[in-house]
Nanobody, 121 residues
Framework: QVQLVESGGGLVQAGGSLRLSCAVSGNIFRINAMGWYRQSPGKQREQVAAIIFGSNTNYADSVKGRFTISRDNAENTVYLQMNSLKPEDTAVYYC???????????????WGQGTQVTVSS
């Protein structure tokens, strides 16, 4: 059974930093990509950053230059370093993994439980 476990959310003042972590566990054949999404009340879930394994990274325009996504292949873990945080960054942040459990399986999306990030002004 695949699990995504997030950590690192919390309360921070504007201008501060937080680091989110997401570890993927379970029997996994291959991870194609991992990313972070966020959702605030009354808004749709939006992609914040993604890292495509063996390729590149993508960022939402609103976080470029402030957030950095990185990964640890050995630990199947992805991180989101968030600097210069703004009140509008306040949201529940969700980890996403696009992966195959077995060779013959289709690629599927898996989600973490979400971690709250609150930025005070």
């Amino acid at each position: 059974q695949v699990q995504l476990v997030e950590s690192g959310g919390g309360l921070v003042q504007a201008g501060g930093s937080l680091r989110l972590s997401c570890a993927v566990s379970g029997n996994i054949f291959r991870i194609n990509a991992m990313g972070w999404y966020r959702q605030s009340p009354g808004k749709q879930r939006e992609q914040v950053a993604a890292i495509i394994f063996g390729s590149n990274t993508n960022y939402a325009d609103s976080v470029k230059g402030r957030f950095t996504i990185s990964r640890d292949n050995a630990e199947n873990t992805v991180y989101l370093q968030m600097n210069s945080l703004k009140p509008e960054d306040t949201a529940v942040y969700y980890c996403n993994a696009v992966l195959k459990v077995r060779y013959f399986d289709t690629t599927r999306n898996y989600w973490g439980q979400g971690t709250q990030v609150t930025v005070s002004s």
